[in-house]
């Protein structure tokens, strides 16, 4: 019999370049390109390489190395931030097209896990109420709102998805601080349910309603005691604890109201903007199935806030890029709710009152 010599193969998947990744984007490119293209400088993105670490780090086997956690956080982080093809982000990383879903969702887990609970959260309130004061709204914890996310068609429940522009989607409610910064998120609810049920059936209305979401902190407008406060769109219950605008026929009291209350919920429509001109993967049809995409809209609010708090820039073309992705898939309207409880008629009414007589003392 002759003599067979194994030879020991280390890894046996195909090999791809990973040069690029590894000899340009790491070593020669400036901090303008890694914030055009994953949305963040190279030192926000190495923090968050490490926060992470401990939750996407792989050993390598017999069949191939394991990607490092720079490499794998920087694919999805790319894949988010860009309406790119799977393809076109496995080319440019020297992996493979299936490893780029796999790796996203396997980040997005991360983030959602390590991140989310420290990243998205109320924090100071008295600064938020102070910061909202300044622009003009007392007493005000946070602005509310609902985006719609475009999917595709869900093979289980498709019709329930459909919304009133359409189209496929899935709800994000936010409630936004003075800065724009998310500090309650709720998602998953699909696209054809109202923004007021959405509401009334997440753990924040509840834990308002109860009283417990912000430090009891109540003042007195008028003869009035007022709670904190949300502020919401026509959509949402006026609650003594969440004030909306006034509808219908208005005299110059109810605009002033109107327009205090808008200028300030404006920070909410604004946080969604961001949200979606950073990671333009929220624009385009999201193609995972219905329990993962929740988890990728939560990972991209937690690197919106992880931005913002980092202080990075929100560039220019940005908007104008995000527009005409969104262009195909319009936000539809809520249908205004007419509910209000007594003590909150009180509040608002004793609120515009008060907007009426500072303007006439100003």
């Known amino acids: 019999m002759g003599h067979v010599d194994f030879v020991e193969r280390r ?79 496995a080319n440019h990383f020297g992996v493979g097209k299936s490893t780029v879903g796999v790796v996203v969702l396997q980040v997005a887990k991360a983030i959602v896990k390590v991140l989310l609970s420290k990243v998205v959260t109320l924090g100071n309130a008295q600064a938020i109420i102070d910061g909202f004061a300044a622009m003009g709204f007392p007493n005000c914890g946070g602005a509310i709102d609902g985006t719609h996310i475009p999917i595709l068609g869900p093979g289980h429940q498709a019709s329930q998805y459909i919304n009133r522009k359409g189209y496929f989607s899935m709800v994000l409610q936010a409630l936004v601080d003075h800065r724009g910064r998310f500090t309650n998120i709720n998602v998953g609810w699909p696209g054809k349910v109202h923004d007021a049920r959405v509401f009334r059936n997440s753990g924040l209305f509840r834990r308002l309603q109860e009283g417990i979401f912000f430090p009891d902190h109540k003042i007195t407008v008028g003869d009035v005691e007022m709670p904190t406060v949300i502020l919401g769109d026509p959509a949402y219950p006026l609650m003594p604890w969440l004030m909306k605008p006034y509808t219908g026929a208005l005299d110059s009291e109810k605009e002033l109201f109107n327009y205090r209350l808008s200028k300030c919920r404006m920070v909410v429509e604004c946080a969604f903007g961001c949200l979606k001109g950073r990671w333009r993967s929220l624009l385009t049809r999201c193609d995972l199935s ?67 007589t500072e303007q006439g003392t100003q």
């Open 290 to 356: 219905e329990t993962n995409i929740p988890i990728v809209i939560a990972a991209c609010c937690v690197l919106h806030n992880l931005c913002e708090s980092k202080g990075e820039t929100f560039m220019a073309g940005w908007e104008v890029e995000a527009n005409s992705l969104a262009a195909d898939y319009a936000q539809p309207d809520s249908r205004a709710i007419r509910r209000s409880q007594r003590d909150a008629l009180c509040i608002r009414e004793a609120l515009k009152a008060s907007f009426k």
């Open 11 to 89: 890894f046996w998947a195909r090999e791809t370049s990973t040069d690029w990744w590894d000899h340009i984007v790491l070593q020669v490119w400036d901090e303008s390109q890694w914030l055009r293209n994953f949305r963040m400088r190279k030192g926000t993105f190495l923090e968050l390489c490490e926060l992470l670490s401990p939750a996407l780090k792989r050993k390598d086997t017999r069949m191939r190395a394991a990607l490092t956690v720079q490499k794998r956080v920087a694919i999805a982080l790319w894949k988010l931030a860009t309406p790119d093809s799977y393809r076109s982000v």
